[in-house]
């Protein structure tokens, strides 16, 4: 009997949190902290789908599209919501955008050309950077979810700065204080999207010169 790859448990984790994201859009415009949590939550559960799929050999290339698209759509929907409380930043927010899309498209078709599972799968002649932030689940769920910790607290940030803190005699709302820590690492890991993005399209445009040589 063949296997039923749509209910294997990490795919099932990836439609919770397709759920999650949708519920915390609804409640983006009125409501942050049902908002911030639900969105959260759809972010953590993406750290318990590849353990899923790891440890029930349910790994598939149906499951590595459907998180990388569930991630990206998301981190968008909350750019898009960025831009309406900041105007001002709308062209950054924009410029984040096209390339997180466009470094992580470029990437996975990258790596399915090569005939690799997903695109988390790098060679060992890739950038050092990009290999450590793939090879390392450490320091890929530090870049992740400081990105995205970042852009949720500016997101809270709209409404109010948070409880109140003093920091070497510096009261600070917690949100601020959070949106300061995670600044670097977004700042980073939207570098190495840059990286990526390069890369992959270095990638495939050897991939003509190969094809087209063979074909003279």
Not at 2 to 14: D, H, Q, T
Not at 89 to 117: N, P
Not at 160 to 171: A, H, Q, V
Request: with cysteine.
């Amino acid at each position: 009997m063949a296997e039923n790859v749509y209910l294997f448990v990490p795919n099932l984790i990836g439609y919770a949190r397709i759920i999650l994201a949708f519920a915390s859009f609804y409640y983006m415009p009125t409501s942050p902290y049902v908002a911030g949590f639900l969105y959260l939550m759809s972010g953590f559960l993406d750290a318990l789908d590849g353990h899923a799929a790891r440890a029930l050999n349910q790994a598939s290339k149906y499951g590595a599209v459907l998180d990388m698209l569930t991630d990206r759509c998301a981190t968008l929907c909350l750019l898009m919501t960025l831009s309406l409380f900041y105007p001002p930043w709308t062209i950054v927010f924009q410029f984040l955008v096209s390339l997180d899309i466009t470094s992580h498209w470029a990437q996975m078709y990258s790596s399915m050309m090569k005939g690799k599972l997903s695109h988390k799968s790098v060679e060992e002649t890739a950038n050092p950077f990009l290999k450590l932030y793939y090879t390392s689940r450490v320091v890929l769920f530090i870049m992740c979810a400081g990105n995205e910790l970042f852009f949720a607290m500016l997101y809270m940030i709209h409404f109010e700065p948070g409880p109140t803190i003093n920091i070497f005699s510096t009261r600070l709302g917690l949100w601020q204080l959070l949106a300061g820590i995670c600044f670097p690492i977004s700042f980073i890991k939207n570098l190495i999207n840059l990286v990526q993005m390069i890369g992959a399209f270095q990638a495939i445009a050897n991939s003509d010169v190969l094809e087209r040589q063979k074909k003279k």
